[in-house]
T-cell receptor, first 109, second 117 residues
């Protein structure tokens, strides 16, 4: 499975959009991009996933570049409750999800 | 909602003890996973199981074993606990993947913080 690279930490003002980048330059054609987040002292929670097209759900939007080598998770109006560690993962088989250290997002009042 | 339940939130054991961490899921999922999480290292896969009595090693299986006698239950066993196994342990489950829709989601329990003294 392809590896991912994410910034260690980011800050975002409350009410503004949070844009979390992820590089996955070795992704193969049929690997999906997944995003999870982990709020302190809880298990990770699924946010969104996609293959080629941009995706949107009630939590976030996922923008995948045309060459699929990078993606951006967008939280359109960040709240204090969005403070968490965000993990970007790529997976082919779906049976081995390799989590890195993620991006620690702090939403500032 | 899918529920993944881990039997203990906090656990304190002595070096050399045999430790059982239990995980139960209620969604008839085929796949179950055990991860450990340590500061600065992220989540690392210990073992996973894709069916009853089936298991596969993850990245760091040494010092651990697993048991899957029933579909809904996946146990992690530390045969002889050591201090370097002090960690947060996370269980997860997932239905068979079909590369479309929600089947690919991993659902996590709340974790067990294990301290080995």
């Amino acid at each position: 499975d392809a590896k991912t690279t994410q910034p260690t930490s980011m800050d975002c003002a409350e009410g503004r959009a949070a844009n979390l980048p992820c590089n996955h330059s070795t992704i193969s054609g049929n690997e999906y991009v997944y995003w999870y987040r982990q709020i302190h002292s809880q298990g990770p929670q699924y946010i969104i996933h996609g293959l080629k097209n941009n995706e949107t759900n009630e939590m976030a939007s996922l923008i995948i570049t045309e060459d699929r080598k990078s993606s951006t998770l967008i939280l359109p109006h960040a709240t204090l409750r969005d403070t968490a560690v965000y993990y970007c993962i790529v997976s082919l088989t779906g049976n081995q999800f390799y989590f890195g250290t993620g991006t620690s997002l702090t939403v500032i009042p | 909602d899918v529920k993944v339940t881990q039997s203990s939130r906090y656990l304190v054991k002595r070096t050399g003890e045999k430790v059982f961490l239990e995980c139960v899921q209620d969604m008839d999922h085929e796949n179950m996973f055990w991860y450990r999480q340590d500061p600065g290292l992220g989540l690392r896969l210990i073992y996973f199981s894709y069916d009853v009595k089936m298991k596969e090693k993850g990245d760091i299986p040494e010092g651990y074993s697993v048991s899957r006698e029933k579909k809904e239950r996946f146990s992690l066993i530390l045969e002889s606990a050591s201090t370097n196994q002090t960690s947060m342990y996370l269980c997860a489950s997932k239905a068979h993947g079909t590369f479309s829709g929600k089947e690919e989601k991993l659902f996590f329990g709340s974790g067990t913080q294990l301290s080995v003294l």
